[in-house]
């Protein structure tokens, strides 16, 4: 159906979420973006967390499906984000429920998968302090990387107390990931194997 819409429109990125907004580009007609939004995101399929700006607007739309998101209320301000650690400490916060869609304007406006009203009951949120300090480093991407080694640490000590107990069932196992979780899963596929005696790769 969506190829249907996008007929032989050419992509310009490599990745899914540039259908959204050219379904966005094709579908609007005047200035129903909400109603837009709302036809796109029933088009679409799998998880998604997404944020919509359009140029010449100052609502920001978003809908979730299956993939956290978290609006974040100071006074007469709005923070949506997919991961609460982004927001300040002590903020109000709202964890917007699955199969949902709404905006931002003056005030979030909130509706489940079958257009009906959502209240927004916020939450008083707290960070950890561990999450709130950077420890002396000048921001906290480099506080991370130099994490890792005592992360690492920990995470292989932990190795010493699992029990693998698979079904006799299962003869081989493959772990599919990219990035970070790829190298994550070559030292779990070490340590299943180690411990489960089946092979995994």
């Not at 998101?69 to 709005?78: A, E, L, P």
Request: hydrophobic share 35%; aromatic share 12%.
């Amino acid at each position: 159906l969506i190829k249907e819409y996008l007929g032989s429109i050419k992509l310009n990125s490599e990745t899914d979420t540039e259908v959204i907004a050219q379904l966005m580009d094709i579908l609007l007609k005047g200035d129903d973006i909400f109603g837009t939004f709302n036809t796109v995101v029933s088009l679409l399929k799998g998880s998604f967390a997404i944020v919509l700006i359009v140029a010449g607007s100052d609502t920001v739309y978003f809908a979730r499906n299956s993939s956290p998101m978290v609006i974040s209320k100071s006074g007469s301000s709005y923070l949506i984000s997919s991961d609460i650690n982004g927001f300040e400490d002590k903020s109000a916060v709202y964890y917007i429920p699955d199969n949902s869609i709404g905006y931002i304007g003056s005030e979030p406006v909130l509706f489940d998968n079958n257009y009906n009203s959502i209240e927004i009951k916020w939450e008083n949120y707290t960070r950890e302090s561990a999450i709130v300090d950077k420890c002396g480093y000048p921001h906290f991407m480099i506080k991370e990387i130099m994490e890792i080694p005592s992360s690492l640490r920990r995470s292989y000590e932990s190795f010493g107390s699992v029990v693998f107990k698979l079904p006799k069932v299962i003869d081989n196992i493959l772990i599919v990931a990219c990035g970070t979780s790829y190298h994550s899963g070559l030292m779990g596929a070490k340590y299943i194997e180690k411990y489960s005696g089946k092979k995994c790769e």
